[in-house]
């Protein structure tokens, strides 16, 4: 009888905790990337091996050997090598495109980022936990806002 009464509280308790903002429709997706492994391939592995259309990245903690990204407004990307601490890492991911920023720090706390290019060589480890929900299609297309293709979002109609 104890045990059925801890399993009860567990899933009470488990359901009560889940943030308003998520349906049953959305899916985390918890992973960690090793040493050497590439930071967008390994996110863009996790996106095709699970058919995700419209997904965005919850957080991750981790560090970098080497660096390429691209900054704001710029044709080129910049790269280095050393040691670097993932500070940050956003976007809005799908198979239709993903949109991603990523922030590191080197060992004085000197910070920049821009737009995650393959390159970015995992050091330790990269943590990542991302949401996809299928309440949407997240698609990228030229509208005529910017000379860029941007974010277009659907809604399932389910």
């Known amino acids: 009888m104890r045990k059925i009464g801890i399993v009860l509280f567990g899933v009470i308790f488990l359901s009560a905790c889940k943030p308003n903002n998520m349906s049953n429709r959305d899916t985390v997706y918890a992973f960690r990337l090793k040493p050497g492994e590439d930071l967008q391939k390994g996110i863009e592995k996790v996106i095709s091996q699970n058919a ?5 990245i919850n957080t ?3 560090s970098l050997t080497d660096y390429n990204i691209r900054f704001a407004n710029q044709p080129t990307t910049d790269s280095g090598t050393g ?3 993932i500070v940050s890492l956003v976007g809005t991911l799908s ?3 993903s949109h991603i920023h990523l922030s ?3 060992s004085t706390g000197k ?5 995650l290019m393959p390159g970015c060589k995992v050091y330790t480890t990269a943590e990542i936990v991302i949401t996809a929900s299928d309440q949407f299609d997240f698609e990228r297309a030229e509208d005529g806002t910017t000379p860029w293709k941007e974010l277009q979002i659907k809604k ?3």
């Open 111 to 115: 910070t920049i980022g821009g737009h």
């Open 83 to 85: 040691h670097f601490e």
């Open 60 to 62: 991750c903690v981790g």
């Open 52 to 56: 995700i259309k419209a997904g965005w």
């Open 156 to 158: 399932d109609k389910r």
């Open 95 to 97: 198979l239709n495109g």
């Open 104 to 106: 590191i720090s080197d």
